[in-house]
């Protein structure tokens, strides 16, 4: 996932987990663990914090 774009499209199929670009680069364990740490304490104010609205084109 590298776009808001997309994480609306899998939200509105009801989609609830992703990874990518967007949420961060890649990186090596010991940074990754740290970063999930972060992560978590800040959840609540995640991009899966709030409905996404989803239309049609």
Same mark, same amino acid.
């Given at each position: +996932? ?8 899998? %939200? $509105?199929? $009801?989609?609830?987990?992703?990874? $990518?670009?967007? !949420?961060?680069? #890649? +990186?090596?364990?010991?940074? !990754?663990? %740290? ?7 800040? %959840?609540?104010?995640?991009? !899966?914090?709030? #409905? *996404? #609205? *989803?239309?049609?084109?």
């Amino acid at each position: +996932m590298e776009t808001s774009e997309e994480l609306a499209l899998l %939200r $509105g199929i $009801g989609c609830d987990t992703a990874q $990518g670009f967007l !949420f961060a680069k #890649p +990186m090596e364990a010991e940074h !990754f663990l %740290r970063w999930a740490s972060d992560w978590r304490q800040h %959840r609540q104010q995640s991009l !899966f914090s709030e #409905p *996404v #609205p *989803v239309t049609a084109e």
